[in-house]
């Protein structure tokens, strides 16, 4: 079975950083697109970051800039390097995996991680 577990979430002051990664089993994630989402209580889930199964990213406007994406596809682990937080970018992030590898920027994740919490003040 597929399972993606997140790590390397905590607690940080703005303007700090933090290193997320996502563990995938059951999944080669140099296959698809990847992608971290974020979500806070009572908001729709955001869309943060995808990456392909070419290396291509994309971003939202929100993190451009402060955050990257990458994946190692011999360990297969999917990182969300998150620079410059802002209290704003509170939330869990989860990871996802999609079943296709194009086009990346859609919701359309088959595979999902429990999240962890990032919580920037």
């Known amino acids: 079975h597929v399972q993606l577990v997140e790590s390397g979430g905590g607690s940080v002051q703005a303007g700090g950083s933090l290193r997320l990664s996502c563990a995938a089993t059951?999944?080669?994630?140099?296959?698809?697109?990847m992608a971290w989402f974020r979500q806070v209580p009572g908001k729709e889930r955001e869309r943060v970051a995808t990456i392909g199964s070419t290396g291509y990213t994309t971003y939202a406007v929100f993190v451009e800039g402060r955050f990257n994406i990458s994946k190692d596809n011999g360990k297969n682990i999917l990182y969300l390097h998150m620079n410059s937080l802002k209290p704003e970018d509170t939330a869990k992030y989860s990871c996802?995996?999609?079943?296709?590898?194009?086009?990346?920027?859609?919701?359309?994740?088959?595979?999902w991680g429990q999240g962890t919490q990032v919580t920037v003040s």
């Open positions: 996802a995996a999609s079943l296709v590898s194009f086009p990346c920027w859609t919701n359309e994740y088959a595979y």
């Open positions: 059951g999944h080669t994630i140099s296959r698809t697109c």
